[in-house]
């Protein structure tokens, strides 16, 4: 189906009658006119009926329309001029035809009536399915899975398409499942001979020996119900309700005007995970130029080797709970509850969580 195919097949199709070059009778049988239709090959029936006369003229049925008779008939096609033949015959299948699609070969259908020419065959293509690949259209789309520290922090994997692999970069903090695009590897079109998009489509697996939904906090499992902002200039009364506060505006988080905005908070456990463990409060807090993350570790987890060159990002790895070793350009960094770490940003690091779970917060800017 990609570069094209020259297919081999077998069918069983009519063919004119060599013995009697499709007469339907030997070259020296006697011949006769027929005396139903007079040679005509057709016969007139006029029929009285209770609205007039009416005439019909059909094909004479002693004839067969020819409006002869012969002594004999051929003894290999029994007189009808043809006879079933098995031919191999073989087709050019070209590159991205679709499940379903006809070929047609001219000339190589039945034999035409009275000696006319051959009628075209027609080939119905079936395509049977791809292991690894659905098809689109004229689009591929194939399922590739990361592991979770390569939807954490990025990595480059190894894609394979129809004409070999391709490395495709994965960024981190990527979604569970995200499509991504490669240009010009999907199925050749059929007419416009020119190549579609080969789509993969990225999901993350997360640890077998996640215990992280156990250890959740109990308020983590509802949806809290949606928070509401106080503008500044009104008055500082926690206790009024936004029915009872004369001249507080509330809004919904993430609604409120930005000349107005004096913070922002919120619960990281109400921010939907990336990850098993990983929130991105970016969003949630309206940050404009500084990225906020909380990271929950499980014991003896290992993150993957990242740096930050392209972004030009510096981080902070803040250890709240817990011990854990961060290994920068190398250099195995030990921490401790407490313990905040400075990452410029073309500097390689690499988490090694200890023996118990841990929990980070790590900011990041600009």
């Known amino acids: 189906m990609y570069d094209g195919v020259e297919k081999q097949f077998t069918v069983t199709r009519p063919k004119t009658c060599a013995d009697c070059d499709g007469a339907g009778h030997p070259p020296d049988a006697d011949v006769e006119t027929c005396s139903e239709c ?3 090959g057709q016969v007139t029936q006029v029929q009285q009926t209770p609205f007039g006369r009416m005439q019909q003229t059909t094909t004479c049925r002693r004839c067969g329309g020819e409006g002869r008779l012969y002594s004999d008939t051929c003894s290999t ?18 590159a991205g035809i679709r499940d379903g699609q006809s070929l047609r070969m001219e000339g190589e ?5 009275n000696g006319g020419p051959n009628g075209d065959l027609l080939i119905e293509v079936s395509v049977a399915d791809h292991p690894d690949f659905d098809r689109d259209g004229d689009d591929l789309r194939y399922q590739h899975a990361i592991s979770f520290p390569q939807a954490v922090f990025g990595d480059t994997v190894e894609v394979p398409t129809l004409d070999g692999s391709v490395d495709m970069d994965v960024p981190p903090a990527r979604r569970a499942v995200r499509r991504s695009v490669c240009r010009a590897k999907g199925c050749p ?6 190549t579609a998009t080969s789509t993969s489509r990225s999901k993350w697996s997360r640890p077998r020996n996640s215990t992280r939904s156990s250890a959740r906090p109990s308020n983590s499992s509802p949806r809290r119900a949606a928070r509401t902002w106080k503008s500044p200039r009104a008055s500082s009364s926690a206790s009024k309700t936004p029915s009872e506060a004369d001249g507080d505006a509330y809004l919904p988080l993430g609604r409120r005007p930005r000349d107005e905005m004096s913070h922002t908070k919120v619960d990281y456990h109400d921010v939907d995970p990336v990850g098993d463990g990983l929130y991105f409060l970016r969003d949630a807090l309206d940050c404009e130029n500084l990225g906020v993350s909380v990271l929950e570790c499980d014991p003896g987890w290992v993150g993957m080797e990242h740096d930050h060159a392209d972004e030009g990002e510096e981080e902070v790895y803040l250890l709240v709970e817990g011990e854990a070793t961060v290994d920068v350009e190398g250099e195995s960094v030990e921490m401790d509850a407490g313990d905040a770490l400075r990452v410029a940003p073309t500097a390689t ?11 980070f917060v790590v900011v990041g800017a600009p």
């Open 349 to 359: 690091r690499q988490i090694h969580n200890g023996d118990a779970e841990s929990r």
């Open 109 to 113: 259908g039945a034999p035409g009536p």
């Open 189 to 194: 079109g059929c007419a416009a001979a020119a």
């Open 77 to 94: 096609c029994g007189g009808d001029g043809q006879v079933r033949d098995e031919a191999t015959l073989s087709v050019d299948v070209p």
């Open 38 to 40: 007079n040679g005509q």
